[in-house]
């Protein structure tokens, strides 16, 4: 077996325990009441609480800061001056079945990620291109966040809600590249992380 099965196949386990602990635990709910949960007692024993002890939003913190940031971009935005020229250019190109929910921003579905175009995209601090890692829940944002901070970033934007109705935040990498996570609840993301707008 290759090295690139290997890790393909880590990738997977790694991600499909992901899944599994967050479809148990929800957002709302302590990760107590579930003590068979695999994942979880590997999750608690990595960061250091005790099985069972602290809060239900510790438990939950600790179970994701345990499980990686998944490899992958949900979204790549550039910021343009002029949206409607901007729009033109690409569906000119070919590119079929915008989504401009305003006058500042246009969604295309490229694959199973999304290409976006915003005249705001400066005043968030990206230097006119900002990459976005969606993830499956609230809670998800903040612990992403976090992760990226002790991995050396620094967080641009705190965890908060947005005005389209999910919870956006975000980080800076050591070079200043800015990457939004978000929580999109009109946005579907598939099993391998694909998003459909």
């Known amino acids: 077996m290759s090295g690139i099965d290997k ?22 709910v302590p990760l107590s009441i ?3 949960a695999p994942a979880f007692v590997q999750a608690a024993s990595t960061c250091g609480l005790p099985y069972g002890q602290g809060s239900a939003a510790d438990q939950r ?10 490899q992958r971009i949900s979204l790549v ?12 250019f690409y569906e000119a190109l070919g590119w079929r079945g915008a989504h401009q929910p305003d006058d500042e921003v246009c969604f295309f579905q490229a694959g199973g990620m999304v290409f976006g175009l915003w005249t705001a995209l400066g005043g968030h601090g990206a230097p006119g291109i900002e990459l976005a890692h969606n993830v499956r829940s609230p809670d998800e944002v903040t612990a992403v966040l976090e992760e990226a901070q002790r991995a050396g970033g620094a967080i641009t934007r705190p965890a908060g ?6 919870t956006t935040g975000a980080f800076a990498d050591p070079d200043g590249y800015v990457w939004e996570v978000a929580h999109n609840p009109a946005w579907t993301l598939d099993e391998h992380g694909a998003v459909t707008i």
């Open 34 to 36: 579930n003590p068979d």
């Open 61 to 70: 913190r600790c179970a994701c800061d345990a499980l990686p940031m998944e």
């Open 7 to 28: 890790q393909s196949r880590a990738f997977l386990a790694a991600k499909s325990a992901r899944q599994k602990l967050l479809a148990e635990i929800g957002p709302e």
């Open 161 to 166: 809600g947005a005005e389209w109705g999910g």
């Open 77 to 88: 935005t550039l910021g343009v001056a002029d949206l409607a020229r901007a729009r033109a």
